[in-house]
C-alpha cells in the first residue's frame, strides 16, 4: 500500500485517538500518581495510649497552664489548661508551638565546646564532666587571680528558683554582677519604690477596671500575662467597658479599643499630666482623701504650672477638647485604670512617664482598690539558709557593679542595657559571663555594640536549649532541658493583682543528653568546693526545688499552680511628687539619637504577638502566621503614611534602605493609614541570624537600628525610638 | 440504633466568629495547624499557596488617617451547604474526594481520593482549599509530635478545615461506649474554638435551639440559613453558598466587607438577601 499525505494523517490520527481511548495512558498517569503519593517520606504518625499531662508554659514570663495531650511517650499537641487562674483555658501561638521547640532541629543537644572562630559555629561535642570541669577550671583561675567580681551572668528575670541560684552562686563566688534582661516590669517596680515607698510587684486589677486608659500598653499585642489580657479584652467588651489607647500607630490594640488617640511619640508623660491638670481643675477627685497625701501641693503647683491643657496640647499633639473630654470620662469612670509600658514592655522606658501615670491613678483613687493598680508583695516561698562567703567573696562583693546599679544609680537592681558601653569603652571588664534563659545578643538594643563588647569576655558560658545567638556566639553551651522535659517553679506572672505560682514538670523524657541548669549550677559549686560547695547543701536541683516549695510542693504538683486565696498587699505612704519627679519641671521627651536634617523620620517599633520578641525566636508555625505586609520572602516591611510615601516617592511593595544612626536595613514599604505621617514603623522579632532556616535571615532586627537611651533617673533604657531616613533601592 | 437514628433530627455544625472580640492574635491558625498536622516550608510569605486551614485575614475600613481602622477575620472552610448539600466544591469534585455529610452538615476532604485536578479550588469563593504543590518534609525529629488522629498528606492533593471532624468522631464513639447516641455541646470543639483567647469563636449545633451558636447567629433555615440577629452576617451571602459560618461585628462597614456591593447601593436594605 503506498503511503500518502492521506493515509499517514489518518494513521496518526486514528492513532492518537485510539490510545486515547483506551484505558492505557490514564491507567499510566494514575498509577504513576498513585506511586508518588506513596513515596515512604510521606509519615504515619503511630497510635497509641492516649494521656494528659498538665504544665505550665514558660516561653514568656505569661505563665499560663497548659495541657499536654500525649499518645504514648510522644506529646502530639498543647491546648490551654481549664480552670488556671491566668489563663483558663486561653493560648496563644507561642504556647501552642511548644512542641516544635521541643522536637525542633534547633535544640543544642549535648554540651559542646567551641572548635573554631567565636561565632564560626564550629563544635566539639564532649561530655558532661568534661563541661562542669571547663567552667570550673576557668572560674578557679579567676577566683585564685582575686578577680572573682569579674564574673557576671544574665538571667532573665531575678525571681524563682533558678535565678536565684545563679544569684546565690555568684555571692558565694564573690561577684555582684547578677544581671537580668530589662523590662516594664524594671520601671513599674522602681516607681512603686519611689511613690509607694515599697518593693513590690504591680499588679492589674484589669478584669474589674471599667474605664482603661492605655499609654500605648500592647494590651492584646502581648502586654503582661497575654492570655490573661486577651481575656480582660473581652470581658470588657461584653460588659461595655470603656478602653481608650494612646499611641501613634492603629496598633491591634488600637484598632479593638473603643477609641484611639494618636500622640506624637515620646509625649505620654506629658498627657498623663494634662489630664491630673483637668482633674484637678475641675475638682473630679476625693479632696478630702488625696489633698492629705505627701506631695499632692507640689505635684498640684506642677501640672497647673506647667501643663496646662494649651500646653499640653502642643507637646502631644492632641486638641485640647479630646485632652478635656479623655480627663473627664477618665475621672468620672467608677473604676479607671491607666497603664503604661509600650507595646509588649520589653523594654523599660522613660521613668518620668511611668511616675505621671501612677499619679493619675492615685489622683483618682485606684491603688490598691477594686479594680485599680495593687502593690503586691512578692511571694517568698525562697527561704535559703545564710550562706557564708569567704574572704575572697567578701571582697568580691564589695566592689561596684559593672553596670553602675546600686551606685551611679541608686534605685537600679541591674542595667544590662549600660553593658555594652561601659566594656567598649575600657571602663570596666569582665573575664566570664555566663547567659541563661536570655538572649541579648539578640534583644538587647544595639545588639552590635554588645557584640562587640562580648568579644572582649574571654569567656562565656552559654545554658541555652536552642542554639540561639549567644549560644552560637559562646564558648561552650551546657544545654539546659526544655521546659517540657523538667521541674522548674514559674514565679507569679507579672501584672497579676495576686501571687500565683506554677510548676513546670516533665511532661516527656529529656530527648537529649541535656541537663537542667539548676543542676548544672551545683555541680560547678560542688567542684569549686570550699564555702561556694556549702552554700549549695542540696544533692540535685529536684530536690532543691521540693525542698524550697515545701508544703506547696504536693498542691503544684497535683495542680500545676498554687494561688493565694487574696491578694498580699505591700502598703506604704503615697508621695505625689518624689524628688526624682522634679526633673518634669519643665517637659522634654526622651531625647532620640539622630539630626533632624540627615534623619528626616522616625522610627519605631511595633509588637505582635505572632512575632516572639525575646529569648526564643518564632517557630515554623508562629513565624507561617505572620503577614505578607509584615515579612515577605526574606525581606522585613516598614509601615508608612501614604502621605509620607508620597513625599518619599515611595509606593507600596517597592524595596527601600532604611537608615539611622545606628545601622542600615534593607525594607519593603507597606502604605498604611494606621500610622501617623512621618514615622516609620518596623516589627520587632526579625531578622534572627540564629535558630533554623525557617526564622533565621529573614527581616532586620530591630535592635540593630536603635540604641539605648539612658533614662537619667532610672538608669534603663528609655528609647522609644530613634530618627530614621528611607532610601529608594 | 437505626430506629434511633431515623427520628433524630440531623445536625448542622457551625460556628459564629465575633469579630469585635477577635484580636487578630493567630491562635485559630496555629491551633489548627498543630491539631491537623498541617505542614510548612521554609518560606511561607506566598499566602495563596500557604497552607492555612484556617487564615486570618485583615480588613482596613478604606480611610485615611487618622480615621483608618482594622479589622480581623479568621476564615475557616464555611461547610456551605448550598441548596440541599449541593456546595461549591461538592458539585464538581469528579472524585467524590469531598462530600456534604447530612448527619453532620460537615463537608470532608478525602485525600486518598482526591487526585490533584483542583477543580473544588477554582469552585471555592472563600479560598479555604490548599492544593500540596510539595511532599510535607518535617525537620529531623519533628514527626515525633505528629497527631495520629489526622492523616499527613501527600503531595499533588487538595487539603481544607473539617471542622476537626476526628474530634467528632471521637466524641462519638465515647458517647456510645457510655450508651449515648447525642453529644453534649462542649463534647464536640473545634481546636480553634478551644484555643482561642479572647473566647472569639462560638461551635455547636446550628439546627439545635439550646446551643449558643443557634441563640447568636439565629439562623432561618427556610431562606438558607440566613442569619437572624442583625449583627451576623456571613461571607459572600448573595452568592447563595449557605455557609455554616457566621460572623458577628457591632460595626457597620465590617458587615459591608462580607460580601460585594455596586456603587451606591443601599447596604442596609440589601446585605441579608
Known amino acids: 500500500m503506498e503511503i500518502g499525505r492521506r493515509s499517514f494523517l489518518s494513521f496518526i490520527i486514528g492513532g492518537a485517538a485510539g490510545t486515547a481511548i483506551s484505558p492505557l495512558p490514564w491507567k499510566l498517569i494514575d498509577d504513576s500518581s498513585i506511586w508518588s503519593q506513596n513515596w515512604p517520606w510521606t509519615p504515619v504518625p503511630p497510635d497509641g495510649e492516649y494521656s494528659q499531662s498538665n504544665s505550665v508554659c514558660t516561653l514568656c514570663p505569661g505563665g499560663c497552664g497548659i495541657t499536654v495531650r500525649k499518645v504514648d511517650d510522644r506529646a502530639v499537641k498543647i491546648e490551654g489548661m481549664k480552670g488556671h487562674p491566668v489563663n483558663d483555658g486561653g493560648i496563644c501561638v507561642m504556647g501552642l508551638s511548644g512542641l516544635q521547640l521541643l522536637y525542633g532541629p534547633t535544640r543544642v543537644k549535648t554540651p559542646l565546646k567551641r572548635a573554631g572562630k567565636r561565632g564560626e559555629g564550629k563544635w566539639e561535642k564532649i561530655s558532661w564532666d568534661e563541661a562542669i570541669s571547663d567552667v570550673t577550671k576557668k572560674l578557679a583561675e579567676i577566683r585564685s587571680k582575686g578577680e572573682s567580681h569579674a564574673v557576671g551572668s544574665i538571667v532573665n528575670s531575678d525571681s524563682g528558683t533558678v535565678p536565684n541560684l545563679f544569684k546565690r552562686f555568684l555571692t558565694a563566688y564573690g561577684s555582684p554582677n547578677f544581671m537580668t534582661m530589662p523590662s516594664m516590669q524594671d520601671s513599674y517596680n522602681m516607681t512603686m519604690l519611689l511613690m509607694q515607698g515599697v518593693s513590690a510587684q504591680v499588679g492589674f486589677d484589669a478584669e474589674n477596671a471599667d474605664f482603661i486608659l492605655s499609654f500605648g500598653s500592647g494590651i492584646i499585642d502581648g502586654w503582661g500575662s497575654p492570655v490573661r489580657m486577651f481575656k480582660a479584652n473581652s470581658a470588657w467588651k461584653v460588659n461595655g467597658k470603656k478602653v481608650v489607647q494612646i499611641e501613634s500607630r492603629l496598633s491591634n490594640t488600637a484598632a479593638k479599643s473603643d477609641k484611639w488617640i494618636p500622640i506624637k511619640p515620646g509625649t505620654e508623660a506629658a498627657l498623663a499630666l494634662g489630664i491630673a491638670n483637668v482633674i484637678i481643675m475641675e475638682s473630679l477627685y476625693n479632696r478630702e482623701n488625696i489633698e492629705s497625701q505627701s506631695g499632692f501641693d507640689a505635684f498640684k503647683e506642677l501640672v497647673l504650672n506647667e501643663y496646662s491643657t494649651d500646653n499640653v496640647s502642643s507637646i502631644t499633639g492632641i486638641n485640647s477638647a479630646t485632652i478635656v473630654s479623655l480627663a473627664k470620662n477618665f475621672a468620672q469612670a467608677s473604676k479607671p485604670l491607666a497603664i503604661c509600658g509600650k507595646g509588649q514592655g520589653s523594654t523599660p522606658g522613660s521613668l518620668n512617664e511611668f511616675m505621671a501615670v501612677h499619679a493619675l491613678n492615685a489622683l483618682v483613687g485606684n491603688i490598691n482598690k477594686e479594680g485599680g493598680v495593687w502593690a503586691v508583695s512578692e511571694s517568698d516561698y525562697i527561704k535559703w539558709p545564710e550562706l557564708e562567703m569567704d574572704s575572697i567573696a567578701e571582697s568580691g562583693m564589695q566592689k561596684e557593679r559593672i553596670d553602675g546599679a546600686g551606685s551611679e544609680y541608686p534605685h537600679a537592681k541591674s542595667l544590662l542595657n549600660r553593658l555594652a558601653e561601659v566594656i567598649n569603652s575600657g571602663d570596666g571588664s569582665l573575664g566570664a559571663l555566663f547567659v541563661s534563659d536570655a538572649n541579648p545578643l539578640y534583644s538587647m538594643p544595639d545588639s552590635k555594640a554588645l557584640n562587640t563588647a562580648f568579644d572582649s569576655i574571654p569567656f562565656v558560658v552559654s545554658f541555652s536549649s536552642y542554639m540561639d545567638e549567644t549560644a552560637s556566639n559562646s564558648d561552650l553551651i551546657l544545654p539546659n532541658h526544655v521546659y517540657l522535659e523538667r521541674y522548674e517553679d514559674v514565679p507569679t506572672p507579672g501584672g497579676l493583682q495576686k501571687n500565683v505560682i506554677g510548676l513546670t514538670k516533665p511532661v516527656v523524657t529529656p530527648q537529649f543528653n541535656t541537663k537542667n541548669v539548676g543542676d548544672s549550677i551545683i555541680l560547678i559549686a560542688k567542684a569549686l568546693g570550699g564555702s561556694i560547695a556549702d552554700a549549695f547543701p542540696w544533692d540535685s536541683y529536684d530536690a532543691c526545688l521540693k525542698e524550697t516549695l515545701g508544703d506547696k510542693w504536693d498542691v503544684l504538683e497535683e495542680n500545676g499552680f498554687w494561688s493565694d486565696s487574696d491578694s498580699k498587699v505591700a502598703t506604704g505612704e503615697f508621695n505625689f511628687y518624689p524628688d526624682a519627679m522634679k526633673s518634669l519641671s519643665s517637659f522634654s521627651s526622651v531625647s532620640i539619637e539622630g539630626s533632624t536634617i540627615s534623619y528626616p523620620l522616625v522610627l519605631i517599633p511595633y509588637d505582635s504577638i505572632r512575632l516572639a520578641n525575646g529569648y526564643i525566636g518564632d517557630p515554623p508555625f508562629v513565624i507561617k502566621t505572620v503577614e505578607d505586609t509584615v515579612l515577605k520572602g526574606k525581606t522585613a516591611c516598614v509601615e508608612i503614611n501614604p502621605k509620607t510615601g508620597k513625599e518619599l516617592g515611595l509606593t507600596e511593595g517597592r524595596y527601600a534602605f532604611i537608615h539611622t544612626p545606628r545601622g542600615k536595613a534593607k525594607v519593603k514599604v507597606h502604605l498604611y493609614e494606621g500610622i501617623m505621617p512621618g514615622i516609620v514603623a518596623l516589627p520587632r522579632g526579625l531578622g534572627h541570624t540564629a535558630y533554623d532556616k525557617y526564622l533565621a535571615g529573614k527581616g532586620c532586627n530591630f535592635n540593630e537600628l536603635i540604641g539605648p537611651a539612658e533614662d537619667p533617673i532610672s538608669g534603663l533604657d528609655a528609647a522609644w525610638g530613634i530618627r530614621a531616613r528611607l532610601t529608594k533601592i | ?273
Open chain 2, 1 to 273: 440504633m437505626k430506629e434511633e437514628g431515623k427520628h433524630k433530627k440531623a445536625k448542622k455544625y457551625g460556628m459564629v466568629i465575633n469579630l469585635d472580640e477577635c484580636t487578630g492574635c493567630g491562635a485559630c491558625m496555629v491551633a489548627c495547624m498543630a491539631e491537623n498536622n498541617v505542614p510548612f516550608r521554609e518560606d511561607e510569605s506566598n499566602k495563596l499557596d500557604s497552607i492555612a486551614w484556617m487564615r486570618v485575614y485583615k480588613l482596613t475600613n478604606g480611610k485615611s488617617y487618622p480615621e483608618a481602622d482594622i479589622c480581623y477575620l479568621p476564615r475557616p472552610c464555611m461547610h456551605c451547604e448550598g441548596d440541599h448539600g449541593h456546595s461549591p466544591c461538592v458539585s464538581v469534585c469528579p472524585a467524590t474526594a469531598t462530600d456534604y455529610n447530612y448527619e453532620t452538615g460537615i463537608v470532608s476532604q478525602i485525600y486518598t481520593r482526591c487526585f490533584g485536578c483542583r477543580y473544588c479550588m477554582a469552585a471555592c469563593p472563600y479560598h479555604a482549599r490548599y492544593f500540596n504543590w510539595w511532599d510535607p518534609v518535617w525537620p529531623e525529629g519533628s514527626t515525633k509530635y505528629l497527631s495520629p488522629n489526622v492523616s499527613p498528606r501527600m503531595r499533588g492533593v487538595v487539603e481544607k478545615c473539617s471542622f476537626c471532624f476526628h474530634r467528632y468522631q471521637l466524641a462519638m464513639d465515647k458517647a456510645y461506649l457510655e450508651g449515648r447516641t447525642v453529644l453534649e455541646e462542649d463534647e464536640y470543639q473545634t481546636s480553634c474554638t478551644q484555643a482561642c483567647p479572647a473566647g472569639a469563636i462560638t461551635f455547636g449545633d446550628l439546627n439545635n435551639p439550646e446551643h449558643k451558636v443557634h441563640q447568636l447567629a439565629k439562623p432561618d433555615n427556610k431562606h438558607g440559613g440566613r442569619p437572624g440577629n442583625p449583627n451576623v452576617f456571613r461571607l459572600l451571602e448573595r452568592l447563595g453558598t449557605n455557609p455554616k459560618v457566621y460572623y458577628m461585628s457591632s460595626r457597620e462597614w465590617v458587615r459591608q466587607a462580607g460580601d460585594n456591593y455596586i456603587d451606591n447601593e443601599d447596604f442596609a436594605k440589601n446585605y441579608r438577601h
